[in-house]
């Protein structure tokens, strides 16, 4: 994505279309953003479920 976004940002800058440049620059943010927030979020879910698992591992060990 990193390569796609600066090779289109290069685009359009050469173009001198400075209001597609804009949207397209804040799109890709929002995608960005987006793709981020839900990686932490799975991480958080997957940190969750371990926890959970070593609780119960623990348990049933004691």
């Given at each position: 994505?990193?390569?796609?976004?600066?090779?289109?940002?290069?685009s359009?800058?050469?173009?001198g279309a400075?209001?597609?440049?804009e949207?397209?620059?804040?799109?890709?943010?929002?995608?960005?953003?987006?793709?981020?927030?839900?990686?932490?979020?799975?991480?958080?879910?997957t940190?969750k479920?371990?926890?959970?698992?070593?609780?119960?591992?623990?348990?049933?060990?004691?």
């Open positions: 994505m990193d390569v796609f976004k600066r090779e289109e940002l290069e359009l800058r050469a173009s400075a209001e597609d440049y949207e397209r620059e804040q799109l890709l943010t929002d995608c960005f953003e987006l793709t981020e927030r839900h990686a932490q979020q799975k991480a958080d879910k940190g479920k371990n926890e959970m698992l070593s609780a119960v591992k623990l348990r049933l060990l004691t």
